[in-house]
């Protein structure tokens, strides 16, 4: 594997003899026949395609193998990649991610990638881990931090059967839980109730929670592919909401963790003839599924997000990082909640954070600083409003980005909100400022407010270009022009 002594410099044909070592012996100890090397498309999708493993294992000269040639696919036939006429394209293996897949029965080996032009040999602009990788080398170049450190929750639903389609004529979507509360009186032969109500999900005890075993064996998956977990849950909405919650990593590698967590909770689920999703929004009148993001900055081994007398034991830089994320939010949301169906859950009233504000402990605020503890270590800041529909890597180096426009331009959040934003007089709320209510208006706050991404290269304008392009002509525009089943009920009669 080549090693990238700094992002952004050309592939130079040096080999990771260290990491094919350790990939060569993997192979062997566990008698690997395929090795499935895995890439990200640019709204967030793992893709993948598989070679024998013998491929990698039966190496004479490392510097004249995938190793360092690296290996070809169509990069026209990916979302957000390539033209046809220019569609050839290289990826590299990263021998560091390499992991015995989780989901398949025939031994295989799990393989993250990198990719590159395969004549400028330069790393590739529209691939979302060389940009998270960039934002992580400009927080080094700025002297601000030599780390940040982030830790995601991420919540999604597990659901006994889904079924949707949109035709000409007809457009609907079904979904169905034993868990659901709307199937307390349905004829079950039998019913045996324990159906959490409404916004109850939190915390009951099985048979309430239907879901305790799956999701050990979810987390038991997931810590033997190397994603060291912390907690485990029921979450607040009826019909299978749940949480798995990560132990925090830097930028690149916890963003390689939730495709991972995404990948093992779908394929067990499935096994399980059970579907899992993480779509923000999908059943009405409960709780969608966000991606409260936790992150926090250090140098030199100390934590700079650490002040003993500072509000909420928070440093003036964390307030100034708090700053940058409050006045970008706008832009932000493109990146962080990137779907229409993202702004059915950034509505009040379902511990959605829709207010531009901070707050320690006040999980109605944008930006919550938990108190759970006074180790300096734990210090952070969560940033309340993405959501798992959002590309990790893209959306991290977001944040990181605004964060850092922050401290820089030294941007004052202003004074911290420690009420609940939701029952505010109509007189205060006009004064705090709001996420956008729509994937449109995020696009269109993205389009006004940029220079902060493109700092360092970290973000391209040709990535910006196609991410803004993609969603209004593939989601705004397809969503906009479709009639709603309930507009229906509104309107058929006039």
Request: net charge negative; glycine share 6%.
């Amino acid at each position: 594997m080549v090693k990238q002594k700094k992002v952004g410099l050309r592939w130079n044909g040096e080999v990771d003899q260290e990491g094919i070592q350790k990939v060569t012996e993997l192979i062997k100890e566990n008698k690997i026949e395929i090795v499935d090397l895995k890439f990200n498309d640019l709204p967030g999708l793992w893709q993948h395609f598989s070679i024998p493993a013998s491929e990698l294992s039966e190496i004479d000269d490392p510097v004249k193998s995938i190793w360092s040639e690296g290996i070809g696919f169509d990069g026209s036939s990916i979302r957000g990649f390539q033209k046809i006429q220019e569609s050839d394209m290289i990826l590299q293996l990263d021998p560091t991610t390499a992991v015995i897949d989780p989901a398949c029965d025939v031994p295989t080996l799990s393989i993250i990638c990198d990719i590159y032009d395969p004549l400028t040999k330069e790393p590739y602009t529209r691939d979302p881990r060389y940009v998270a990788k960039k934002a992580a080398e400009y927080l080094r170049s700025t002297g601000i931090a030599d780390t940040s450190y982030w830790g995601p929750e991420m919540e999604f639903f597990i659901f006994n059967d889904i079924r949707f389609d949109q035709t000409e004529n007809a457009g609907y979507y079904y979904i169905d839980s034993l868990e659901g509360e709307w199937n307390s009186g349905r004829e079950e032969k039998p019913n045996l109730g324990y159906k959490p109500r409404y916004k109850e999900g939190y915390f009951p005890v099985p048979p309430h929670d239907s879901l305790q075993d799956l999701r050990s064996k979810i987390i038991l998956t997931m810590i033997k592919s190397g994603i060291p977990i912390e907690v485990h849950h029921h979450e607040v909405a009826t019909a299978g909401q749940c949480e798995i919650d990560m132990k925090f990593d830097t930028l690149v590698r916890m963003a390689d963790k939730c495709l991972m967590y995404k990948y093992i909770v779908k394929n067990i689920a499935r096994k399980n003839n059970l579907v899992a999703t993480f779509m923000p929004k999908p059943l009405f009148g409960d709780n969608g599924s966000g991606m409260h993001t936790h992150q926090s900055l250090w140098k030199e081994g100390e934590n700079i997000f650490f002040d003993p007398k500072g509000y909420a034991l928070i440093s003036q830089t964390a307030k100034y990082y708090i700053g940058g994320l409050l006045k970008h939010a706008p832009a932000l949301m493109a990146f962080c909640a990137p779907t229409t169906n993202s702004y059915k859950r950034l509505v009040p009233g379902y511990e959605a954070p829709v207010n531009l504000a901070y707050s320690q402990r006040n999980r109605s605020a944008a930006v919550r600083i938990p108190v759970y503890t006074e180790n300096p270590k734990t210090k952070r800041i969560e940033f309340r409003p993405p959501d798992n529909s959002s590309n990790p890597y893209l959306a991290f180096a977001a944040m990181l980005m605004a964060g850092i426009d922050g401290i820089e331009n030294k941007i004052d959040p202003g004074e911290p909100l420690d009420k609940n934003t939701y029952e505010l007089s109509a007189e205060e709320t006009t004064k705090i400022p709001t996420v956008p209510g729509s994937l449109e208006e995020a696009i269109s706050a993205l389009e006004k407010d940029k220079e902060f991404l493109l700092k360092g290269d970290v973000f391209t304008e040709d990535v910006l270009e196609v991410w803004i392009e993609y969603k209004r002509e593939k989601e705004i525009d397809a969503v906009r022009i479709r009639p709603h089943p309930y507009e229906f009920y509104l309107y058929f009669d006039i």
